[in-house]
């Protein structure tokens, strides 16, 4: 799988352990910066995965900021990105199952356990489609 992958300056170490967890497991990592601790604005990097994604150059986005939340916010600006805040495995595996989310937020403070287990999760759920086809058709139609 083609992943997409960018974060501000606070979560460099961090995705760059995600590039070698991805790697090993035989994905392809873009790598959409940030590429050293100098300020970034966390949008323009979300911006650039999000497009990756939904044009399909890479078949899932990972964003990690401070709290995942700004990129969480940023990205879902982009339309066909249905992106998810995922602290946890329970969370990605919802995000993936009933939302179809192609992309997923992350913080910077998740120890490697819970990366790993978050990573996997969301890189091998499918959507379940059925009733949660029709709550995505709902939300395409409110991107306008």
Known sequence: MKIAI????????MKQ????ILSAEGHQCRDFGAFNTDAVDYPDIAKLVGEAVVKGTCDRGILIC???????????????????????AFCAY??????????????????????REILGKFLTTEFEGGRHQQRLDKIKAMEG
């Open 6 to 13: 960018g974060c501000d300056h606070r979560a460099l170490e």
């Open 17 to 20: 352990n995600i590039v070698d």
């Open 66 to 88: 401070g709290t995942g939340i700004g990129m969480s916010i940023a990205a879902n600006k982009i339309k066909g990105i249905r992106a998810a805040l995922c602290p946890d």
């Open 94 to 115: 919802r995000a993936r199952l009933h939302n179809d989310a192609n992309v997923i937020t992350l913080g910077s403070g998740l120890d490697d356990t819970s990366l």
